[in-house]
């Protein structure tokens, strides 16, 4: 049985990404938390950070269902774990106690998948909006994400997995403060407003947000957003801009439908194979799936990841005709536009 190998006692010199992806050159992650959990029995207006502690047994079929699936990458279920987040639920007083009990949790089940299963602490948006836009002080959101981490890291998470942002002076706050607490990071925004993320970050531009820094980032890359073929135009972005980067995709599956007042996903398991096989053609060395992504998606991932052999460079078009529309139509018509100057680029090189 594979026997982990402790990293909190010296976690800024381990980097544990890296270690994997020499040996599988391509990373899968977990799919959705949420949405699984809505089917586990989650109510609505629940927070789920709670189940850490009123249902731990949730949580590790959670994790273990991941990690059957396949998932080399599992996201500890702290994703609304600061203090900003929990007073919603007056659990802002418990915010080191939840984290490190998430953490705790998909560390139990990683050290026993008989392989190395990463675990990374989920670190998500505070909900507030920094100064000069709102009244949170960078600082205090510096404070208020290493709250969190320290939690994460005593729990035996190794990674700060920092996602679904959409301000850039927040994933910097967020990981200056992973590289306070001394755990490495990444970090994902979700580019769901004409192709960037609602504070205006387009995705080539990711790559720079931590610039600076005393640490770098293990991976940078997109999660949630609109659909498949939205965060796979975002990945070319991403990976044109810096190719030898760590991109990470974690796309929604598929499109989010109401049915009565249910929240359903287009995406069938066929569908995010072949948004993998894409993916990993794109240059994406992490890819996962976010919401709609049951346990079912991610063992057609798997199974889809391992059998593939990494063909030519898609262009939006072709992602299109695989996966199905953008719904983002400003973002299509840009890299559409991106991808015939780049054609155009070529030819006259030529």
Not at 123 to 129: K, M
Request: charged share 25%.
């Amino acid at each position: 049985m594979f026997e982990f190998q402790d990293t909190k006692a010296n976690p800024m010199t381990s980097n544990p990404i890296d270690a994997l992806l020499a040996e599988k050159g391509v990373l899968l992650a977990d799919g959705a938390t949420g949405t699984n959990l809505f089917a586990m029995g989650l109510e609505a207006g629940e927070a789920p950070e709670l189940l850490n502690e009123t249902a731990p047994d949730t949580i590790t079929s959670l994790h273990q269902n991941f990690v059957d699936a396949g998932a080399d990458i599992i996201l500890t279920n702290s994703f609304g774990g600061t203090r900003h987040r929990l007073k919603l639920h007056h659990a802002q007083d418990r915010v080191h106690a939840l984290n490190k009990r998430a953490a705790e949790i998909a560390r139990a089940v990683a050290d026993k998948a008989g392989r190395k299963v990463i675990v990374a602490g989920s670190v998500g948006p505070t909900g507030e909006l920094l100064v000069p836009l709102g009244a949170m002080t960078y600082d205090e959101a510096v404070d208020a994400f290493a709250e969190q981490i320290e939690g994460l890291k005593e729990g035996g998470a190794e990674v700060a997995w920092i996602e679904t942002m959409s301000a850039p002076g927040e994933i910097r706050a967020a990981a200056e403060a992973a590289i306070r607490v001394g755990l490495p990071y990444t970090y994902t925004g979700s580019f769901d407003t004409a192709g960037r993320t609602m504070m205006g970050l387009l995705p080539k531009d990711i790559h720079g947000v931590a610039d600076g820094l005393s640490q770098a980032p293990l991976g940078v890359g997109a999660n949630c957003g609109v659909g498949a073929s939205d965060i796979l135009a975002s990945l070319l972005d991403m990976t044109e801009a810096k190719p030898e980067a760590t991109v990470i995709v974690k796309g929604n599956c598929g499109i989010p439908e109401f049915r009565g007042t249910e929240i359903h996903y287009s995406g069938t398991p066929e569908l995010m194979a072949d948004y993998v096989r894409l993916a990993v053609d794109g240059g994406a060395k992490i890819i996962g799936g976010c919401c709609g992504t049951s346990f079912q998606h991610l063992a057609a991932m798997r199974k889809a990841l391992d059998a593939h052999t990494r063909a030519d460079r898609p262009t939006v078009e072709k992602i299109v005709e695989r996966i199905g529309p953008m719904r983002n139509k400003v973002a299509t018509a840009n890299t559409a536009e991106t991808s015939e100057a780049r054609r155009e680029r070529r030819r006259s090189r030529a």
